[in-house]
């Protein structure tokens, strides 16, 4: 058993080395910054323009349909008061012209909580260390194959580890698909037929950014318990 128990051994060891370097590498690219969005979906910057000048067309489109059926009142045919759809049309004409500005400060805002929690001070932490102290327990608490055992329940947190980690990223590549197809969203609030839909669109995107700030919660909190661990294994 013992050239088994080496191969166990080695494979855990670069197991958690790999967990270790996808670790730092994703906790310090996700946030609420658009930086690394942009780096690997630069198309979506380049064609943020498109979905403006789309987005206002549309604005226009509707003020000039409802304005025309104003017209069929008599007749029975419903419309939007034109003072006030007027009043909406241009204000988010406006909006629409503004969104990146006004995206990139909820962003901001949205950045400054995110940044405290991967700032916070934690326990000195390497996943690789992980895989020593748990066959040191697991020695003094298993009989047979300590390795192999080990090796199953660091397989068991590297797969969850990695899931989590997964789900964060999937969190920040939608919330930038969010980001840049806002003037799309912001086009609906000009109508008071589908100004619905915008109110959804604002409530899916402080949902997205509370749901990332809570990934980065969670990884922060999975990752001080490991280092909580490693400092003292035998306090269980």
Request: proline residues 3%; hydrophobic residues 55%; glycine residues 8%.
């Given at each position: ?27 310090g ?16 910057e ?8 789309t ?36 204000l988010?004409?406006g909006?629409?012209y503004y ?7 909820v ?8 940044a ?11 996943f690789?260390?992980?895989?020593s102290?748990l ?21 068991i947190?590297?797969?969850n580890?990695i ?21 799309m ?29 809570m ?22």
């Open positions: 058993m013992g050239i088994l128990d080496g191969i166990v051994e080695w494979i855990a060891e670069q197991v958690m080395n790999g967990l270790d370097l996808i670790s730092t590498s994703v906790l690219a996700l946030g609420c910054d658009m930086g690394t969005f942009l780096r690997y979906f630069p198309a979506a380049t064609m943020y323009g498109i979905f403006v000048a987005a206002i067309g549309l604005v226009l489109l509707n003020w000039v349909w409802q304005l025309f059926r104003n017209f069929g009142l008599v007749a029975g045919v419903e419309a939007e008061d034109p003072i006030k759809l007027s009043i909406r049309s241009v988010f004409i909006l629409i969104c990146d500005q006004i995206t990139e400060m962003l901001a805002v949205g950045g400054t909580p995110y405290w929690i991967l700032s916070s001070d934690l326990p000195p932490l390497n690789a260390d992980f895989n102290v066959l040191t327990i697991l020695g003094v608490c298993a009989s047979g194959s300590v390795a192999l055992i080990a090796l199953i329940l660091l397989l947190l590297a797969w580890y899931k989590l980690l997964f789900e964060a990223a999937e969190r920040y590549i939608l919330l930038g698909v969010i980001v840049y197809t806002a003037p969203a912001f086009a609906t609030g000009a109508s008071q037929s589908t100004s619905n839909i915008f109110k959804s669109w604002c409530r899916m995107f402080g949902g997205q950014l509370f749901l990332l700030m990934n980065a919660w969670c990884l922060r909190l999975f990752t001080s318990m490991v280092g909580s661990f490693l400092s003292n294994p035998l306090s269980l």
